[in-house]
């Protein structure tokens, strides 16, 4: 009677397994999609992976879709998480929380390359994670715009100009990681986080006079 009134079943309830069922169905489909990708995506596959029975699987879950953006909200979660916590424990200097966020980055991904396959390479075979992937883009954009604007001194009115600067430096890291997880790069792990990181900082250094140049071209169409 207990067990139909409560779920128990050899001390974990019915919430429980629901939880454990579905962590495991999100670790089998980061396998599966870091790994093998799309194509080995299936019902089937995912099921045999987690060692659970179909039906376990709508349970947590509307489709295959719907999995694949949980793990992919999971990956961006972690992410900027471990950002912002390494931003907030970097000194308060403008290269330390540069090379604080992009060495957290490189970690995230090179440490698990299947996350950085399924957020970078397979999220682009599916339209809901291309949008959910291009949403977090911008997200990132906008931390790094909050840096941005205590650190870099900038004119007024530059507002456009960092929104596109900071998605432009955000979408360059993102491609330098690409490549290096996949082997193109020769760099090692700690120049890979310097180049950005001098790079970015590059960029911030002339940040006011590109604005400015940028101000100017935009007054002499008007």
């Known amino acids: 009677m207990a067990r139909a009134t409560t779920g128990m079943y050899n001390g974990v309830t019915a919430g429980q397994r629901r939880n454990e069922r579905r962590k495991k169905l999100m670790d089998a489909a980061l396998e599966i999609l870091g790994t093998r990708g799309w194509s080995a995506m299936t019902v089937a596959t995912v099921c045999e992976e987690a060692k659970v029975g179909p039906r376990f699987l709508y349970e947590s879950f509307e489709n295959l879709d719907a999995l694949a953006l949980a793990v992919l909200d999971d990956i961006v979660a972690t992410a ?26 490189v970690h995230e991904f090179a440490d698990d390359p299947r996350r950085a396959r399924i957020i970078f390479v397979e999220s682009y075979g599916n339209a809901a994670m291309m949008k959910r992937r291009s949403h977090a883009l911008h997200d990132v954009a906008a931390l790094m715009a909050t840096l941005a604007t205590t650190f870099v001194d900038l004119p007024k009115g530059a507002d456009d100009f960092i929104e596109s600067g900071t998605l432009f430096l955000t979408g360059g890291v993102a491609e330098l990681v690409i490549a290096w997880v996949a082997g193109d790069l020769t760099l090692s792990r700690e120049e890979l986080i310097d180049t950005c990181t001098e790079m970015m900082m590059t960029i911030g250094e002339n940040a006011h006079a590109i604005a400015e140049r940028l101000a100017i071209a935009r007054q002499h169409r008007l």
Request: overall charge negative.
């Open 80 to 105: 900027s998480a471990n950002t912002v916590t390494n931003l907030a424990a970097a000194p308060d200097d403008t290269t330390a929380k540069v090379h604080a966020a992009v060495s957290t980055m």
